[in-house]
């Protein structure tokens, strides 16, 4: 299973991004996804999650209202579309794959993860 997370850049406060995480090697309609977020000398945390119907999403209340999860399942990919940009926002960010929806932000109940993309906000 590979995850491919790309998107990330720079960008002034009050700007949006979209992150994107490609899917391969597994049925990724049946997974349960999720965005974590690692700012330096910090640890990581939760962002948002969805299901694996996508009619289910989850999210940390730093981005509430900012923030929106989805999926393209013809696509095998999830989305993290950022607005409102924040400096707070900087990070790398992470996509997970297989994890378990009851308890979504917990990172060891992922199974895979891609290997992060970096988001930097300016003010």
């Known amino acids: 299973v590979q995850l491919q997370a790309s998107g990330g850049g720079l960008v002034q406060a009050g700007g949006s991004l979209r992150l994107s995480c490609a899917v391969s090697g597994r049925p990724f309609s049946r997974s349960n996804m999720g965005w974590f977020r690692q700012a330096s000398g910090k640890e990581r945390e939760f962002v948002a999650a969805?299901?694996?119907?996508?009619?289910?999403?989850y999210y940390a209340d730093s981005v509430k209202g900012r923030f929106t999860i989805s999926r393209d399942k013809a696509e095998n990919t999830v989305y993290l579309q950022m607005n409102s940009l924040k400096p707070e926002d900087t990070a790398v960010y992470y996509c997970?794959?297989?994890?378990?929806?009851?308890?979504?932000?917990?990172?060891?109940?992922?199974?895979?993860w891609g290997q992060g993309t970096q988001v930097t906000v300016s003010s």
């Open positions: 969805i299901n694996w119907s996508g009619y289910a999403t």
């Open positions: 997970a794959a297989n994890g378990d929806f009851y308890a979504p932000q917990v990172e060891n109940k992922y199974d895979y």
